[in-house]
């Protein structure tokens, strides 16, 4: 979407009904997908390994993240019951919440977290304008770092996926879930073409630098509401894709447009969600990493080129600001500095 489209939408977006926003988006989804190479999800330029990669903890063939934006109270609604359903299969994800947007109960964080869950924020208001333009990113940057203090939260998800790497640098976050590394119906075109994360830091600001962590499989909003898919096979499709590349399969999945028996409008059935966990652990068992974000995020703070700084290779498919922001040394395949404790750890130790 052209940013001056995209601005327009979410200036008006606030004045349209609900259903009347999914069906413009449903249409400007089909028709772009009429226009996007047959391959999709698929992306062929995401598939090499960083330089000097060691591979997974624990020699690990894949990596499997799962998140959750949770967009709407109706969402929150049904964060219980996809709570329970990763529980029983031994897995566990992290909710992003979105502090001014509604009411997220405190008991319900607080057991997420003791129950192994993590918790992310969501943007501030979930209405696309966090990063539209410098002022408006001053006044919400500390109101959002005060909900990440209070909620004990390590990350933050983009709302929309709309973001700038150099002010998501001033959020203190360890981690950052706002790219994706193909996906053409985003409102902000910027693909960032690997299955892999990459570290962001500003060159000599002494700031720790954090981890973005691109969504590598279709959201499941553009999948089964805007586009209709009727299962979960492309979601499939990507994941062998992302297996045969030794990457990491991370998911964005939305309680708001999940069924769990109820009413189907605008929602998908639960069980293309619980059909894909079981499928990963069908097929790839315990040649996965299941791991949560901020796992990821530790694991890869050791890494490090031996070759010193790595920066990603230029990209005509990010947006302009990662553009500027890559060729002004902010976007690196590893930190700055590593350690040996992601090395050993690759070689079968356990990651603290």
Known sequence: MHPLLSDS????????PRQLQILLRSWHARVKRRSTASGWPDCQTAAPAPPFWPG???GKRFALVLTHDVETEAGVAQCERLARLEEDRGLRSAFGFVPRRYR?????????????????????????KDF?????????????????RDWGARGFSSASMLHDPRWLAELDIEYSLSSYDADPFEPQQCQAGRLFPYWVESPGAGRAGF???????????????????????????????IARHGGMALVKAHPDFMSFG?????????????????????????????????????????????????RLAPNTALCA???SANAAGWL?????????????????????
């Open 132 to 148: 539209r333009d410098r002022a408006t990113f001053e006044r919400r940057r500390g109101p959002i770092n005060a909900a990440l």
């Open 262 to 310: 109820g009413s189907r409008h605008n929602r998908y059935p639960a069980s293309f969600y619980s059909g894909f966990l079981d499928a990963v652990q069908e097929r790839y068992g315990t040649e996965v990493w299941y791991a949560k974000p901020a796992e990821v995020a530790e694991f890869w703070r050791g890494l490090a080129s031996p070759a010193g700084p790595s």
């Open 56 to 58: 997974w903890p624990r």
């Open 104 to 128: 997220t109960p405190d008991r319900l964080r607080l057991d997420l977290a003791a129950r192994g869950f993590e918790i992310v924020v969501h943007g501030l208001y979930h209405d696309g």
């Open 332 to 352: 690196n395949d590893y930190a700055p500095a590593g350690g040996e404790k992601a090395m050993a750890a690759s070689r079968g130790h356990q990651v603290a």
């Open 211 to 241: 981890l973005e962590m691109p969504y590598t499989l279709p959201q499941d909003f553009t999948l089964f509401v805007l586009l209709k898919e009727p299962s979960n096979a492309l979601w499939l499709r990507k994941l062998d894709s």
């Open 9 to 16: 939408y979410y200036t008006v977006r606030p004045f349209l």
């Open 321 to 323: 600001r990662c553009q």
